[in-house]
């Protein structure tokens, strides 16, 4: 079992809308001047994609509350992909069998949940099992959960599996005594909800805004100085940009654009943002069970056909960088066969290239300027993408341009959120610009794309691979990961991977997403930066609780 930022074989801890924010400033409860200043305000944060809130807190829900998994529910480890490293926090220490067959945590002394009752190896087995119930398919490779003593805690797996570590370790626990009971835990809203995390206290709910006060029983009482956390509810972007512009918000975690003129100039002294490419690869999906693409030398034209350089610098303004053949982002770089991306064919913008693969496949240009498809249909289809992300929607509308100019006519389709998601979710959709996995090593991003494992069919449901594609190949691959034991046979595999990827294109990676972040230090100091980067800006990633408890009031 390999963990990348340490080494050996035991691991020892070391230790709203611009209406509410409005009413923020007439209340003068602003980001950059707190009323009672800044020893008593809370860390206000905006959600830019959700124009309400519900007063849910299960953490097994899609639709919990943010901050669920951040600031009231931990994990046994936290993994950084800004820097690579690994923090033990709920288990102090873990123990990986020679044989990959089984892994024992080790629970930190001391935690309790913020009940007063004390954090047991009961808790992790009760959570796992309820995880299992919740979500089909869940840990799959986990075949036993068993609390061996009140701080100790065996999972037994079916199979070697090296990624298990990260994916069992990052998963948050929650406390049996409430959760056993539950008849239906997946519809528990849980509202009123027990937690390990620094911020456990519900206060002041609203559908567009809520607090999280400090947990009493915190395990790092220490390590809690600001005084709570504050949520926003925001419809899109545009609201909470302006609320970050107007100094309604201390972190900003969305999309600005141009954001040194329109945020940092204006307080360059307290205001900062930082977005390494350490988020997921985002891709152009084509639903390959439409006979249209399910031709790899047609997605590779569809690659060849837009301008990556035009995406990243006017749709993501500047942000990013364009993807390259092996499809992975930032968070990857030392996986990355140099090798192969010099040999890569299909991602450079190339129209004439372009026309020509589509020629070749039957998609014939006729007289008027437009394709058709080898049945004589107009190559036209849509290209979906939720309204309230006016990057991507940029990014969609110059990919709807740059195939224009081949023949190919793409229409950008923009509803919400939930009703892009429910049709990638099912399949019934044409194309759509995507998220992917993003995992400590690639191998759940491969996964993810090529494996059958993760293929459903049209109408199923599925929370990824929502462009139905699978190689035998990949499969046998993917096993000779989850079984290697060694850093160098992992990647090895891996290798063999961005090669297959490179054959097959089964989707056409646009660019490394940015993890968004800016923030203000007019009341809070401490945060992550590029010289110092202990977490991402992320809010919503695991790494959230390294920031939330490292914040500290500003002088």
């Not at 808790?123 to 119930?133: H, I, K, P, W, Y």
């Not at 972190?251 to 490419?277: C, G, H, L, S």
């Not at 394709?371 to 990057?391: L, W």
């Not at 990676?509 to 993890?515: K, T, V």
Request: glycine share 8%; with cysteine.
């Amino acid at each position: 079992m390999i963990s990348a930022p340490t080494r050996g074989r035991r691991f020892v801890a070391g230790l709203a809308t611009a209406a509410t924010a409005a009413t923020l400033l007439l209340t003068g409860c602003t980001a950059d001047q707190g009323a009672g200043g800044a020893s008593d305000a809370l860390l206000t944060i905006p959600r830019e994609d959700m124009g309400t809130f519900s007063r849910n807190f299960n953490p097994f829900s899609p639709n919990a509350a943010p901050m669920t998994q951040q600031a009231i529910y931990e994990s046994m480890l936290i993994y950084n992909p800004a820097d690579g490293t690994t923090t033990p926090w709920l288990a102090e220490s873990w123990d990986v069998a020679d044989d990959g067959l089984s892994i024992t945590f080790h629970l930190r002394d001391g935690v309790s949940w913020s009940d007063g009752e004390p954090l047991t190896a009961e808790d992790v087995a009760t959570t796992f099992a309820l995880q299992q119930e919740i979500v089909e398919g869940s840990f799959p490779y986990v075949s036993a959960v068993e609390a061996t003593d009140e701080a100790t805690v065996v999972f037994t797996f079916s199979t070697p599996f090296s990624p298990g570590l990260f994916e069992v370790g990052q998963q948050v626990i929650v406390p049996d005594h409430i959760w056993a009971s539950q008849e239906d835990p997946d519809k528990f809203e849980n509202k009123e909800p027990i937690g390990t995390g620094p911020f456990t206290e519900v206060s002041a709910f609203q559908t567009q805004s809520f607090d999280l006060l400090p947990n009493p029983h915190y395990w790092q009482e220490d390590r809690v100085q600001i005084p709570g956390v504050r949520m926003l509810a925001f419809a899109g972007n545009e609201g909470a940009n302006l609320a970050a512009i107007n100094g309604d918000v201390d972190w900003a975690p969305q999309f600005i654009p141009d954001i040194q003129k329109t945020y940092v100039d204006k307080d360059p002294e307290n205001r900062t943002f930082w977005f390494p490419p350490t988020g997921s690869m985002v891709n152009w999906q084509l639903n390959t069970t439409d006979p249209r693409f399910e031709n790899a030398d047609v997605r590779k034209a569809l690659s060849l056909a837009i301008d990556r350089e035009q995406i990243v610098e006017v749709g993501m303004s500047g942000y990013t960088e364009p993807a390259d053949c092996s499809g992975l982002s930032g968070s990857y770089e030392t996986w990355k066969d140099e090798s192969l991306l010099e040999s890569c064919d299909w991602i450079g913008y190339d129209p004439d290239e372009a026309a020509a693969l589509l020629d070749e496949a039957g998609f014939e240009l006729e007289a008027d300027g437009t394709r058709t498809t080898p049945d004589g249909e107009p190559f036209a289809f849509d290209i979906s993408v939720g309204s309230a992300s006016t990057d991507w929607l940029s990014v969609a509308n110059i990919i709807s341009q740059n195939l224009s100019d081949i023949g190919v006519t793409v229409n950008v389709d923009a509803p919400d959120w939930a009703a892009v998601t429910s049709d990638y979710e099912q399949g019934t959709f044409d194309t759509g610009i995507v998220w992917s996995d993003n995992a400590p090593t690639p191998y759940q991003y491969y996964r993810a794309l090529m494996s059958s494992e993760t293929l459903k069919p049209v109408g199923e449901q599925t929370f990824s691979n929502y462009h139905r594609f699978s190689d035998p190949a990949a499969d046998e691959l993917l096993q000779g990961f989850a079984a290697s034991g060694t850093e160098e046979d992992q990647h090895a595999v891996v290798d063999e991977l961005q090669a297959l990827y490179l054959q097959d294109a089964p989707v056409i990676p646009l660019f490394p997403g940015p993890e968004w972040g800016a923030y203000t230090e007019a009341r809070f100091t401490g945060w992550p930066t590029e010289a110092d980067p202990y977490a991402t800006l992320s809010t919503r990633a695991p790494t959230t609780v390294l920031v939330l408890t490292s914040l500290q009031p500003a002088d």
